[in-house]
Nanobody, 127 residues
Framework: QVQLVESGGGLVQAGGSLKLSCAAS????????RYWFRQAPGKEREFVAA????????KYADSVKGRFTISRDNSKKAVYLQMNTLKPEDTSVYYC????????????????????WGEGTLVTVSS
């Protein structure tokens, strides 16, 4: 069983930055692809960013490309999401997720394809 715990959310003004962290436990091998999703009130959970098990491949939603950067430190079993130039429309609960398979990044990541989820961390961007 995998446990994922997000942290780093908070309130920030538009144009500001936040760095989210996702810590994992329960696996002996850290090198699984990890995904970030977000869900705003009344909306479906949407893909944000992903990073491969060794960190060599990344993928971003068009809405965050150039503003968000995903990275990982396998020695800490942690994945990070650096969010810059935040906009009010980035306000959401942010979740990290994994699949129960060591594989390449999914070409079209979807929430329904994930097997493990964290509880989420709230990011609020004020205008």
């Amino acid at each position: 069983q995998v446990q994922l715990v997000e942290s780093g959310g908070g309130l920030v003004q538009a144009g500001g930055s936040l760095k989210l962290s996702c810590a994992a436990s329960g696996r002996t091998i850290a090198m699984y692809a990890r995904y970030w999703f977000r869900q705003a009130p009344g909306k479906e959970r949407e893909f944000v960013a992903a990073i491969s098990g060794r960190g060599g491949s990344t993928k971003y939603a068009d809405s965050v490309k150039g503003r968000f950067t995903i990275s990982r430190d396998n020695s800490k079993k942690a994945v990070y999401l650096q969010m810059n130039t935040l906009k009010p429309e980035d306000t959401s609960v942010y979740y990290c997720a994994e699949r129960d398979a060591r594989e390449s990044l999914l070409s079209s990541p979807s929430a329904s394809a994930m097997d493990y989820w964290g509880e989420g961390t709230l990011v609020t961007v004020s205008s």
